[in-house]
Each structure stands twice: as structure tokens, then as C-alpha cells.
């Protein structure tokens, strides 16, 4: 544990010598090291929604996000049929609307949303109850593992990705300590397993930045729970919102990131999802400020420290603010809407921001 600490001291201090001036000269380069992506997350239901959004990633981006952290359809990944309910199918051939060209950053969990707990169901609807055998079932057992084993081959095979998250923000869980117990073996053998199949293919574990920076109480543990299963992943790749706690930008710790990637410095870096608002937001009664001006130096701050960490990529969490969709989604799903409906790089009316012209302009920056 003494050398892990002062390894990460050591990582810390020497991100900290990079000045101003390297990353000037950075820019004044025109190259970046990381790869620049968005969720393929559309601003509507609608056909010219999905349409705009694939042209948007065509013209705007290098690489393309697909989640799925609906649910795991465990019988039938279990029988291995490759084949799921009608609504699950019709999820998967709206995602798969992306432009082939674009690398592929594809993210599946086996947790729930609020990531406390084994996940539910996925049929027709999201996060069902899980029917007998399953309800009765938990992470350490066997038929679990074989299920997203299955599962998560099946994904790689229909999305072919570059890069493979078969958890998204592990860490959470770590706020149960017997759930997590029961986590980690689960972890190794899952990444045992595909990495013997698929040797060449990065597979990631995302971690929630917020779980370690903002709770005192809980850091220590997270850093440790981060470091257990650290051999499990083959990037360290944060997700990052850290409006909710912090609305001004020019407030967030300089070692905001750094610190994480010293929990795991000898991987790569790579930031998996992020946002920061642009407008006002009211969110279940918490009250947010929200300026284009501060979305644009966090986004300046996550490039910067994309140069520094020598990430491998970026992938900003919506393209354009999906206010429409966010009129027709029924409640409570619509309170998480608000959450990031006004972080787009293009506002709800597909009007550039701030952090646009700045996305755009790293955009051109050829990649080292």
C-alpha cells in the first residue's frame, strides 16, 4: 500500500509540472493524444432527431458512445439466444443507427442504475423485476456470470467496438461493502473470460469521479475498492459530472482527473462520459447555475488534462440538449432528463454554444 501511495504521489506531482505554456505549445502544435466521441443519443424520437444526431457525429466527432444500462435479459443471454424481446430488439437497432466509419465505444454493466444492486430485467420495458430464478440471485453466482458472459460476447459481436466497458461505474457499488465482496471475483472472471477471447480488444471498467472526489467519508474506501479490481480493467476511465456538486468550473480541484488516474497509473486514461450545464436547471429541488461560458473552460479543462494524462479519448455525454425528447418522457423518468437536458454542445434549437467552437477547433488538431 506504502508504494502505491507514493507511486501515485509521484504520478501527481509530475502531471502537476506541466505548465501553461506546454499546453500552449500543445495547441500551438495542433495535435491531441485522445480520440473525441459523444453518446449517439438522439434530441428526439423523431426521424429527423436520429438523423441529425448521425450527422452530427459524422461532421463533429471521432468516435461514437453506445450505452446500454437498461437491464440484462439473463434468462435468455443465459440459454445464449442471442436473440431478446421485441422492445430490447428495437433498442438495439436504434443504437445501432451510427456511422461505421466512426471507432466505438461500447459500454454495457450487469448493475442497476442506481449501481447498488445486481441489475434488473430487460424485456420490453427497462430494469424490470426479475423473475424466479433470478430475483433470488445475486453476483457470486455462477449462472449469473455465465448469463453476462453471454451477454456481453453477444454485444461485441454485433457492435464489433473498439473499445469494450462491461461495467459502468463499478465504484458505486462499493458503498454496499457485501455486495461488493461478492463483486470482485465476479469482475476477474468476466475480464479473464473475454480477454482470452478477445485479446486485442481494450476492456474497461468506468469509474465515477464523483464517488471519490466529493465524499470525504467515502473516499478512502473508494480508492481502495478502485485499486482492488484495478487489474480488471484496461483503462482507467472516469465519468465525470461535476456540476452537481460544483457549478463553477473555475472551482473544480486542478486534480480533479489526475487524481483518479493516479489510482491506476500504469493504464491509460481515458475520460468515458462528462458534461457540464450551459443553463439554469432545477433538478428534484436542487438549484443549479448553469453558464455557456462555464461549459466552455470545463471543456477547455478536460482537453487540457486530456494533453496532460496523454488520454485516449474524450467522449462529451450529449451532442444537443434534448429538450424535445424531454417533453414527451413521463414522470419520474423526466426529473432525470433535467439533469443534463442543457449540457449540449448545441443548445435545444441546434444553436452552436461556446464549447462547440472550442470542440471544433480541437476537432482539427491531428491526433499524436
Not at 39 to 55: G, N, R, V
Not at 174 to 187: E, G
Not at 247 to 267: D, E, R, S, T, V
Request: net charge neutral; aromatic share 12%; charged share 25%.
Amino acid at each position: 500500500m506504502k508504494h502505491v501511495i507514493a507511486t501515485a504521489a509521484l504520478v501527481l506531482l509530475t502531471l502537476s509540472s506541466a505548465s501553461a505554456d506546454d499546453l500552449r505549445r500543445q495547441e500551438k502544435k495542433g495535435a491531441r493524444p485522445f480520440l473525441m466521441g459523444v453518446t449517439a443519443m438522439p434530441y428526439d424520437f423523431s426521424a429527423e432527431a436520429i438523423e441529425a444526431t448521425q450527422t452530427f457525429i459524422v461532421d463533429n466527432t471521432d468516435m461514437v458512445a453506445i450505452k446500454f444500462d437498461e437491464g440484462i435479459p439473463w434468462e435468455e443471454a443465459f440459454q445464449n439466444r442471442n436473440t431478446y424481446t421485441n422492445g430490447f430488439e428495437k433498442s438495439f437497432t436504434d443504437k445501432s443507427k451510427f456511422p461505421r466509419e466512426k471507432k466505438v465505444f461500447l459500454s454495457v454493466t450487469p448493475l442497476n442504475k442506481d449501481k447498488n444492486a445486481m441489475a434488473g430485467y430487460r424485456d420490453d420495458g427497462e430494469h424490470s423485476p426479475n423473475p424466479d430464478p433470478w430475483g433470488r440471485k445475486d453476483l457470486d453466482d455462477p449462472m449469473v456470470a455465465k448469463a453476462y458472459l453471454n451477454f456481453c460476447k453477444e454485444m461485441i459481436r454485433r457492435f464489433r467496438p473498439d473499445y469494450f466497458a462491461y461495467g459502468i461505474e463499478v465504484n458505486q457499488l462499493a458503498k454496499t461493502p457485501a455486495k461488493w465482496k461478492k463483486f470482485v471475483p465476479f469482475l476477474r472472471d468476466i475480464y479473464i473470460a473475454l480477454k482470452k477471447e478477445h485479446p486485442q480488444l481494450p476492456l474497461i471498467l468506468t469509474f465515477s469521479t464523483e464517488a471519490v472526489v466529493w465524499d470525504q467519508d467515502q473516499a478512502p474506501a473508494q480508492r481502495k475498492a478502485i485499486q482492488e479490481i484495478a487489474a480488471f480493467t484496461d483503462l482507467m476511465a472516469v465519468t465525470a459530472l461535476p456540476y452537481i456538486k460544483e457549478q463553477n468550473p473555475a472551482k473544480i480541484g486542478k486534480n480533479y482527473f489526475q487524481q483518479m488516474a493516479a489510482l491506476a497509473p500504469n493504464k491509460p486514461f481515458a475520460i468515458a462520459e462528462t458534461a457540464f450545464l450551459a443553463e439554469d436547471v432545477n433538478f428534484i429541488g436542487i438549484e443549479r447555475i448553469g453558464k455557456a461560458a462555464w461549459q466552455q473552460d470545463y471543456l477547455r479543462f478536460c482537453f487540457e488534462e486530456g494533453v496532460k494524462l496523454n488520454a485516449k479519448f474524450i467522449v462529451w455525454m450529449v451532442p444537443r440538449d434534448p429538450d424535445l425528447l424531454a417533453e414527451k418522457v413521463p414522470p419520474p423518468l423526466n426529473e432525470f432528463f433535467k439533469l443534463f437536458k442543457d449540457t449540449g454542445l448545441l443548445d435545444g434549437e441546434g444553436k452552436p454554444r461556446k464549447a462547440f467552437e472550442l470542440w471544433s477547433q480541437w476537432l482539427k488538431y491531428t491526433r499524436k
